[in-house]
Structures are given as structure tokens and as C-alpha cells.
């Protein structure tokens, strides 16, 4: 079985978070096309809010992984230069 990729790791809770304020925006647009238009304004600005309080989390995890990945590239370059000598 293959590892999970670590990017995608860190990144699930933002992306569950994401899925969830795409639900809530479905729900709060009602179940009233007639309202539609009324409700589109407000949810939308609900599901941007939510959106937006998840970028600095996104991007400290993802920081975190892209380092974690950088340098596991970087020392298994290290090491096959080193048989090498």
C-alpha cells in the first residue's frame, strides 16, 4: 500500500472545511426558487467568510508539508552523492 501524499494530508482539514461551508451555502440558499435570488447575497457571503478563515491554517500546513517533502528530496539526494565518494 502506498503512503498517503503529505500535501494532500495537511491540506484535508481546510478542504473538509471547504466542503462543509459549500454545504451550508447550498443550505442556506432554502429550498424556494422563488428566494433564490433573495438568499444568493447573504449565503455567498457567508461561504467567502468561511473560505477566507481557512487560508491561514491552509498555509501553514501546507508550509510545513512543502518543507517535510523538500527535505526528504534533499537528503536522499545527500545520500546517493554520498556512495558515490
Do not use: C
Amino acid at each position: 500500500m502506498s503512503s498517503p501524499n503529505p500535501v494532500l494530508q495537511a491540506a484535508a482539514p481546510s478542504l473538509i472545511a471547504a466542503l462543509q461551508a459549500l454545504q451550508t451555502f447550498v443550505a442556506n440558499l432554502g429550498t424556494d426558487p422563488a428566494q433564490v435570488a433573495i438568499k444568493f447575497p447573504g449565503a455567498l457571503q457567508v461561504l467567502l467568510g468561511s473560505l477566507e478563515m481557512q487560508l491561514p491554517a491552509l498555509a501553514d500546513s501546507e508550509f510545513g508539508a512543502a518543507q517535510s517533502v523538500a527535505n526528504a528530496k534533499i537528503n536522499a539526494w545527500i545520500a546517493s552523492l554520498q556512495k558515490l565518494k
